[in-house]
């Protein structure tokens, strides 16, 4: 059974730091790229970032570039820094894995998501 356990969100005060981290098994992931995703109260899902099996190949929100970094750690687990957060920033952020797209449809498997909170 394949499980996408996400992990590390939080509250955090505007201008904060946290580091969400993501560990998939149940699977071979070495041919899927890992992502973040992260919806909003009352909005769609969108995408944050997504980086590829090597880890050297990543893509990003263009809003968010400079303040989110997506590293992989290994086959099976991700990780999201975010920095200087926004009290915008505030949502629910899930872990997927799939094709490399920034799309939520092409995206096979999910965690349930961790949540955090920035307040202003």
């Known amino acids: 059974q394949v499980r996408l356990v996400e992990s590390g969100g939080g509250l955090v005060q505007r201008g904060g730091s946290l580091r969400l981290s993501c560990v998939a098994s149940?699977?071979?992931?070495?041919?899927?790229?890992l992502a973040w995703f992260r919806q909003a109260p009352g909005k769609e899902r969108e995408f944050v970032a997504t980086?590829?099996?090597?880890?050297?190949?990543t893509d990003y929100k263009d809003s968010l570039r400079g303040r989110f970094t997506i590293s992989r750690e290994n086959e099976n687990t991700v990780h999201l820094q975010m920095i200087s957060l926004k009290p915008e920033d505030t949502a629910d952020y899930y872990c997927?894995?799939?094709?490399?797209?920034?799309?939520?449809?092409?995206?096979?498997?999910w965690g349930q998501g961790t949540q955090v909170t920035v307040s202003s």
């Open positions: 997927a894995a799939g094709s490399y797209s920034t799309s939520v449809s092409t995206y096979k498997y």
């Open positions: 149940g699977r071979t992931f070495s041919n899927y790229h």
């Open positions: 980086v590829d099996w090597t880890g050297n190949n």
